[in-house]
């Protein structure tokens, strides 16, 4: 079974959702993030920490601890609220479908 463990993947699987654009807003490639053409916030942040990629994405409160609780490569959100944002290790330990889902709630969250 394939995981979902690059940035390229991860941008990829982003720019599939309606009025998004890529952005490097802070003139360092580490950090890449896409974000919503009518507001202009991110919900999607890829950036490689501790020779780990990384992303951080939005998540309802109350879906926060599940994440973090069934994963140990969900985290809370590296220099975000977390409260709201969690950060996923892409090691390959959490299914595709998974962090999918993580990222289109973050964009239902920001986005819509």
Request: glycine residues 4%.
């Amino acid at each position: 079974m394939s995981r979902l463990t690059t940035r390229e993947e991860a941008l990829k699987y982003g720019l599939t959702f309606k009025e998004v654009y890529q952005d490097t807003p802070f003139h360092d490639e580490n950090w890449v993030l896409v974000r919503c053409k009518k507001n202009r916030k991110a919900f999607l942040w890829t950036y490689q920490y501790q020779g780990q990629m990384r992303i951080n994405v939005k998540v309802r409160p109350e879906w926060r601890d599940f994440w973090r609780d069934t994963y140990a490569s969900v985290i809370p959100g590296y220099h975000q609220n977390k409260e709201h944002w969690n950060t996923v290790i892409l090691d390959g330990s959490i299914p595709d479908e998974e962090v999918k889902r993580m990222i289109a709630e973050s964009y239902d969250l920001v986005c819509l």
